[in-house]
């Protein structure tokens, strides 16, 4: 059975930081790509970021790089999303996703895309 199991969300004040943790389970995790998703109450959901674990490659969306930094330890299946600099509007839950890293560059942004999803973390960030 497949898994992915988020956590590391919480509440936190514009500025601070946070990091989010994604462990897999059920497939072989360095043959996948993890990525993150959020979704804000009445907003589109976002992806985030994603990571190869084949290659390495990583893809950022527009409004989080340069604050937002994710990394994969393969020994403990697991995906971490380093978040600094945070703002109110990075308010959303957040979601894990697993696939295989096929055209990863063109597709990961497309939430139907992923072949697994986890439940989410609610991450709060206060003004």
């Known amino acids: 059975e497949v898994q992915l199991v988020e956590s590391g969300g919480g509440l936190v004040q514009a500025g601070g930081s946070l990091r989010l943790s994604c462990v897999a389970s059920?497939?072989?995790?360095?043959?996948?790509?993890i990525g993150w998703f959020r979704q804000a109450p009445g907003k589109a959901r976002e992806g985030v970021s994603c990571i190869s674990n084949s290659d390495g490659s990583t893809y950022y969306g527009d409004s989080v790089k340069g604050r937002f930094t994710i990394s994969s330890d393969n020994a403990k299946n697991t995906v971490y999303l380093e978040m600094n600099s945070l703002k109110p509007e990075d308010t959303a839950v957040y979601y894990c996703v697993a696939r295989p890293p096929i055209l990863l560059r063109w597709v990961w942004m497309l939430w139907l895309g992923w072949d697994y999803y986890g439940q989410g973390t609610q991450v709060t960030v206060s003004s």
């Open positions: 059920g497939f072989t995790f360095d043959d996948y790509a």
